[in-house]
């Protein structure tokens, strides 16, 4: 499968979803390639740091790619892995127009912020414009970094369910220190010690949720 994780806003947590999604995968034994789509280069930074402290199991990643090369890259190379993840940059670029002529499911990550929520928009216009071309692209909301209380969790999602054209996906991920903790150092708060019961409970929902019925 290909999967794309992309935003037109920054900040939303991204780069952290691609890299628990691409490494879960692996940690199940899937042959995986995060393909870096962001300027920024983070996802590609993470995956270095992993490869220098020789963790297992290693995680091929390109370098930052732009729309033509990403989609030359992924066509050529995509039956050599199992699930390709595509870290597509924060804003309307490109990669991620090219990503969404490619995969076969966009994650589009979320805070509960009206800011986010505005440029969900904006990404769903991206997405009939590719479905224009193509048939087949699941697209999906994900709920990231909620808060662990208050009202503004229930607020957005209510405004997400009545949007066109996106699933909003049960599972979310909620605001822990073990998402950040685990991405600097180029782990899945799978891999980390001590674990996060609920961090990990998370991103293994966040997975089967995506891979319904893809040999999860």
């Known amino acids: 499968m290909i999967i794309t994780v992309g935003a037109t806003k920054g900040g939303v947590g991204k780069t952290t979803v691609a890299l628990n999604l691409a490494i879960g995968r692996a940690i199940a ?5 995060l393909v870096d789509g962001d300027r920024q ?5 993470a995956i270095s740091i992993r490869a220098e402290e020789g963790r297992a199991p290693a995680i091929a990643c390109s370098q930052y790619v732009d729309g033509s090369a990403l ?18 940059g924060g804003r309307d670029s490109t990669a ?8 076969d499911v966009l994650v589009i ?23 224009s071309v193509r048939d087949g692209l699941r697209t999906v909301a994900l709920l990231n970094q909620a808060d662990p209380q208050g009202s503004d969790n229930a607020e957005a999602i209510e405004v997400v369910r009545g949007l066109e054209g996106v699933e909003l996906l049960e599972v979310s991920l909620g605001r822990r220190k073990a998402f950040a903790s685990a991405a600097g150092g ?4 799978l891999e980390l010690s001590p674990k996060d019961a609920k961090a990990s409970a ?3 929902a966040l997975i089967d949720s995506i891979f319904i019925g893809k040999d999860i």
Request: aromatic share 8%.
């Open 109 to 131: 990550p979320f805070q509960p912020r009206s800011f986010d929520l505005w440029a969900m928009q904006d990404v769903l216009t991206l997405v009939n414009e590719a479905k």
């Open 41 to 45: 280069g983070t996802a590609q930074t």
């Open 71 to 88: 989609r030359a890259q992924v066509q050529h190379q995509r039956s050599k892995y199992q699930d390709i993840i595509i870290d597509a």
């Open 96 to 103: 991620l127009r090219a990503a969404l002529t490619l995969c």
């Open 202 to 204: 998370e991103v293994k």
């Open 186 to 189: 180029g782990l899945s708060v």
């Open 29 to 33: 034994g899937r042959d995986v390639w």
